[in-house]
């Protein structure tokens, strides 16, 4: 398993592509449970037929989270941070079936003024495997430095 990163490991401009997932009805089911969120676009195939998408298509907010969750998949990882937010777009729908995957990269990084940390910014996509970006953004994260060391 690849070493986690300290702010010192990272350059902008660094690229990684996360391993893929299926999203299934199951995940959508979970993740209707889990929010509160039964939508019928989500959770009845009936109703979901009468859309624009003409079926059943996950939560916007499962795929933000599916894409936080494979990025602590990827072969670049970051030793253990502070999520400081998401700036996210939805594109597209995500489908059963689909199997979506992230690529991000390093968009910038800066020190902070908490010593011991920096932050980077990573250019994030939600990829199905038709190759289409379905959901973007940033995430802002806060990591460690190596040795707690640096200035703010």
């Keep these: 398993m690849p070493e ?3 702010y010192e490991d990272v350059k ?19 993740y209707a449970g889990v929010s509160g969120d039964h939508s019928p676009l989500h959770v009845n195939e009936e109703f979901a037929r009468t859309t624009q998408y003409g079926t059943r298509i996950a939560h916007g907010l499962l795929g933000l989270s599916v894409t936080d969750g494979l990025k602590t998949q990827a072969d670049y990882r970051f030793q253990p941070g502070i999520s400081l937010g ?5 594109v597209g729908p995500i ?18 003024k908490k ?16 190759g ?4 973007r953004g940033e995430h802002r994260l806060m990591i460690p430095r190596r040795n707690g060391a640096g200035e703010g």
């Design 12 to 30: 902008v401009g660094d690229e990684c592509i996360t391993p893929a997932v299926t999203v299934t009805d199951a995940h959508i089911l979970a």
């Design 132 to 135: 289409e970006i379905i959901q």
């Design 86 to 90: 998401w700036t996210w777009d939805f």
């Design 4 to 6: 986690a990163r300290y």
């Design 115 to 130: 010593p011991g940390w920096g932050i980077v910014f990573l250019a994030s996509e939600l990829i199905n495997q038709r």
């Design 95 to 112: 489908k059963i079936g689909d199997t979506v995957h992230v690529k991000f990269r390093v968009a910038s990084m800066r020190t902070t």
